[in-house]
């Protein structure tokens, strides 16, 4: 199992920027998709961004697309997040994720998740 740990997040103001970046564990980072979640307080956890084992593709939720960037170095064994222009309903905890199942195309979902992250607190002030 990949052991993850997040970094990166802080206090912001609207229109700021952050980069999130979660180090993973183990010799397997490289076979399997990664993502970031976030919960705010009060809501559910949801899907910000996900990217495949080999970085060919990547999603995004619709509210963070054009604004975010998800990239991976399967060198270093690093995913990353790089949001711009944020906004307050940014603020959240966000978690780094990975899948169960090398070598599996296509998004990331809950279900398939194998590994969380301790979460990172994103702040975006008004």
């Known amino acids: 199992q990949v052991q993850l740990v997040e970094s990166g997040g802080g206090l912001v103001q609207a229109g700021g920027s952050l980069r999130l970046s979660c180090a993973a564990s183990?010799?397997?980072?490289?076979?399997?998709?990664m993502g970031w979640f976030r919960q705010a307080p009060g809501k559910e956890r949801e899907f910000v961004a996900s990217?495949?084992?080999?970085?060919?593709?990547?999603y995004y939720a619709d509210s963070v697309k054009d604004r975010i960037t998800i990239s991976r170095d399967n060198a270093k064994n690093t995913v990353s997040l790089q949001m711009n222009s944020l906004k307050p309903e940014d603020t959240a905890v966000y978690y780094c994720?990975?899948?169960?199942?090398?070598?599996?195309?296509?998004?990331?979902?809950?279900?398939?998740?194998?590994?969380w992250g301790q979460g990172t607190q994103v702040t975006v002030s008004s």
């Open positions: 994720a990975a899948d169960t199942v090398p070598w599996r195309s296509g998004i990331l979902r809950v279900q398939t998740i194998g590994s």
């Open positions: 183990g010799r397997t980072f490289s076979r399997n998709n």
């Open positions: 990217i495949t084992w080999n970085g060919g593709s990547t």
